[in-house]
């Protein structure tokens, strides 16, 4: 049985220093909160803690010149999160590399998929 080609992902993590990295968990958790207005249901809809969630973000702050996160408490009003241009920013530069790469490396994973040997009933 072939494989799948939809089955087939591709990843990118960039390595920027020794605890600066940028891959697709922080940009999911980046566009989860854009979407949510949450870090807290962000980090739900990944099955991550909230704990989690908040380093992620305290990380991804700390590692760009501008912060890629803004927060605001609870209370009465509630509290939430919203994406920085920074942000936007960043998420649009990960997203576009990874699309370059996806589209420059297609042959060699078609190439790479065709060697793969095949499972039998899919199992």
Same mark, same amino acid.
């Given at each position: 049985?072939? +494989? =799948?080609? %939809?089955?087939?992902?591709?990843? #990118? /993590?960039? *390595? ?10 922080? &940009?999911?958790?980046? %566009? /989860?909160? &854009?979407? $949510?207005?949450? #870090? &807290? ?10 704990? /989690? @969630?908040?380093?992620? *973000? %305290? ?10 996160? +803004?927060? $605001? ?8 999160? *919203?994406? $920085?241009?920074?942000?936007?920013? *960043? ?12 589209? &420059?490396?297609?042959?060699?994973? =078609?190439?790479?998929? @065709? ?5 039998? =009933?899919?199992?």
């Amino acid at each position: 049985m072939p +494989h =799948d080609p %939809e089955e087939t992902r591709f990843r #990118i /993590r960039l *390595v920027f220093g020794p605890d600066e990295m940028m891959g697709p968990g922080k &940009a999911e958790l980046l %566009e /989860r909160i &854009a979407q $949510t207005g949450s #870090i &807290a249901a962000a980090g739900r809809e990944m099955g991550m803690s909230y704990k /989690r @969630a908040w380093q992620l *973000v %305290e990380t991804m702050n700390a590692m760009f010149r501008a912060p890629l996160v +803004h927060s $605001t408490r609870g209370g009465p009003r509630g509290g939430g999160a *919203v994406i $920085t241009e920074t942000g936007h920013a *960043v998420l649009a530069e990960y997203r576009g590399l990874e699309a370059e790469a996806r589209n &420059a490396g297609a042959g060699h994973l =078609d190439r790479l998929r @065709a060697l793969l040997r095949d499972i039998p =009933d899919g199992k």
